[in-house]
């Protein structure tokens, strides 16, 4: 178990500031965040490359907030490889044994389990100069491996590689951290990379944790705007807070919904799948009456833009094909669309 | 345009080697050396550099195929032509025109010998020194930024840009008999540094240590400080990844900054006729045969001492060459 406890760091032009997270045995962290975030400086206050000028890191329970990466047992991964360009890739996986005070025939047999279960055990003998991308990038993880860290740390490790490689090795990254149960904390700045992993999502926005939370919440339900606008929310309204009766509501024109406390300007989001779209009627809260302005298809669903009065950007619905062509929906076509359920409010 | 550019392509194929690798277009020089050679020796200088320039502008012309704009590329061939010419007549005119038997007796010589043996082994003393110093500093450069560092970089290159006899009244000054540092050193533990062995190494260590600080500098740029922090989480202490990973894809820079440091050492003269006019090093013995007893009488010492520089420069050169082999 990983636990930061209020880390500040300041390094040049980046920063961490303020970071309070937990990483429990055996799950896989994503961090994502725009680049210059400050996730790489994130990893390396966990490998310990750098040390925070406050706060604390406890791994396990145990205080290593100044304890050197040589004296953490913690794996590292990085995108572009880094392998020992002078070793070859037999003498790159053995590389941190001696400091385990593993040598000779217990060394050789650690050196080929790993090898065989990346699947590059005929590479054994050459120079990394002269393996692909994803190659190197098994060489690397292997390498970390070979000490059996019980934390890896994953700095876009699929960056550099194409597409279908990386997805390969992303498979393969899920079945290692089963098998080993192995607590990951993997950086990218790949938004599906990031939901297909599955693990909890942590979003960092200069320096400071934006969001945390389980990966469908979290994509589901963002807690910010800039959270919403990371994971490609597609109705985001700037919303007034107004004072009723029962407590308070937050409205963008048509669209209102009741709230308890909020924070900070409101917003309000909603889920262009979770919208119902009806034929022409009036009334009723939250039903909105709108002019179909674009019809996009989107392969497996059909984008419907529609023009509604009062709200201050076009609102996007997802409808069915055979919705499209049953409804006989087509540009300028009158509806009504119903939106009870798909409001989401969060904050500035 | 597609014939025309298989009529482009066609003359490359004419230089391909047997394992596939293109010739250097430059390869044609060495059609061209063995005619300078003869000329030079026959005394026919002109001759000479006229070989060398067409030799060039030929090189030039070999490389059309692949290159547009062929005329400036001409004369920059013909004006670098020019200048290896300049570099390689005096060399090659002093090694072909000095009698053999001549060198061989200059080099029983007791006190050739002895000469040429101090500087070689002080030229020595003075790179391991500059290496032992000079690699902590170069890495500190390479990998920290601190105040003050450009301050530090303008420091380390002094000693190439002070003209090198004020180098010497300098360190005179300070370590000369009466100097602030000379003076209680030969009071209180007896040790002389001027006009010893060890005040040729000062001065040599003086002006060499440049190279090797510079070198080493550019050589751990090179290497991404991420691969040292891949080697801690692997278990290396600093110093661990340092000589685990950092020296061995470095040594290449450290040893060609060396052999700048240890030719700048053999070669400098200023600065060590003045804090040590004695032992005599091979600079300091030339001078003086050259004052003594005229020019005629120098060339055979100063073909020997070329030959060995020009023996231990080439081979140094050859280890320290990169592999072509990408990193």
């Known amino acids: 178990m990983i636990q930061l406890d209020k880390v500040t760091r300041v390094w040049h032009e980046f920063a961490i500031r ?8 055996g799950e896989y962290l994503v961090i994502v965040g725009p680049t210059g975030a400050g996730k790489t400086l994130l990893l390396e206050l966990l490998l310990g490359i750098h040390h925070p000028d406050t706060g604390r890191i406890l791994i396990d329970g145990a205080d290593v907030t100044g304890l050197p990466p040589e004296k953490r047992g913690i794996g590292m991964v990085y995108q572009d490889y880094l392998l020992f360009p002078h070793l070859d890739v037999s003498r790159n996986l053995a590389f941190g044994l001696r400091y385990r005070r593993c040598s000779g025939e217990d060394a050789r047999r650690r050196v080929r389990e790993v090898a065989e279960l990346l699947g590059i055990s005929s590479l054994l003998h050459r120079y990394p100069y002269t393996l692909s991308g994803g190659e190197k990038q098994r060489v690397a993880i292997g390498r970390a491996l070979v000490t059996e860290p019980r934390i890896l740390l994953l700095d876009e490790p699929l960056s550099a590689l194409d597409r279908g490689t990386a997805s390969r090795l992303r498979n393969e990254l899920k079945l290692l951290h089963a098998a080993k149960k192995l607590t990951v904390v993997h950086v990218t700045h790949d938004l599906s990379e990031a939901r297909q992993m599955g693990g909890p999502i942590a979003l960092v926005k200069d320096g400071r944790l934006d969001a945390f939370g389980p990966a469908d919440d979290l994509l589901r339900r963002p807690p910010t705007v800039f959270a919403a ?120 | 345009m597609n014939g025309a550019r298989q009529k482009q392509s066609a003359p490359r194929e004419r230089h391909q080697r047997l394992d596939g690798r293109p010739f250097s277009p430059y390869s044609w020089l060495l059609v061209f050396i063995p005619f300078f050679a003869v000329f030079l020796c026959l005394n026919l200088y002109w001759l000479a550099g006229a ?265 140094l050169r050859a280890i320290a060459a990169p592999k072509r082999v990408e990193h």
């Open chain 1, 18 to 25: 303020d970071v309070t997270l937990q990483v429990n045995e």
């Open chain 2, 51 to 315: 070989v060398l320039a067409t030799a060039a502008v030929w090189a030039t012309w070999r490389r059309r195929s692949t290159t547009r704009g062929t005329a400036p590329l001409a004369v920059f061939s013909v004006a670098g032509g020019l200048l290896i010419f300049f570099i390689v007549l005096p060399i090659v005119n002093l090694l072909f025109t000095t009698e053999p038997s001549r060198i061989v007796r200059t080099a029983l010589d007791p006190a050739v010998r002895s000469a040429i043996f101090i500087t070689l082994s002080a030229a020595c003393i003075a790179t391991v020194i500059s290496l032992l110093f000079g690699v902590p500093l170069g890495y500190l450069l390479a990998r920290e930024r601190f105040a003050g560092k450009a301050v530090v970089e303008g420091i380390v290159d002094m000693p190439v840009v002070i003209p090198h006899t004020i180098a010497g009244i300098a360190l005179l000054f300070v370590f000369g008999r009466a100097g602030i540092l000379g003076a209680p050193l030969k009071a209180r533990l007896d040790i002389q540094l001027s006009d010893s062995y060890w005040g040729i190494v000062l001065a040599m260590l003086f002006v060499g240590l440049p190279f090797v600080v510079n070198h080493c500098r550019d050589g751990f740029l090179k290497v991404d400080p991420r691969m040292e922090y891949v080697a801690r989480s692997l278990g290396a202490t600093r110093l661990g990844a340092f000589f685990r990973v950092t020296i061995p894809l470095t040594w290449r820079a450290l040893l060609s900054g060396a052999i700048l440091t240890w030719a700048r050492a053999i070669s400098e003269f200023g600065s060590v006729a003045i804090i040590a006019y004695y032992p005599k090093t091979i600079n300091t013995l030339l001078f003086e045969w050259y004052n003594f007893f005229g020019y005629t009488y120098t060339k055979p010492l100063a073909t020997l001492l070329l030959l060995i520089a020009l023996a231990i420069f080439i081979g």
């Open chain 1, 229 to 348: 606008n990371f994971f490609g929310a597609v109705n985001l309204y700037k919303a007034e807070v107004q004072k009723t009766e029962g407590g308070m509501r937050v409205a963008a024109g048509p669209v209102a919904a009741e709230c308890g406390f909020m924070e900070g300007a409101p917003y309000l989001m909603v889920h262009p799948d979770e919208v119902v779209v009806l034929p022409p009627s009036t009334g009723g809260a939250n039903r909105l009456r709108g002019e179909v302005t674009a019809l996009t298809d989107e392969g497996n669903y059909v984008a419907v833009q529609l023009r509604v009065a009062g709200l201050p950007a076009p609102l996007t619905a997802y409808v069915s094909r055979h919705f499209v062509r049953s409804q006989m929906l087509a540009l300028g076509s009158d509806v009504t669309a119903d939106v009870e359920r798909a409001i989401h409010i969060l904050r500035e």
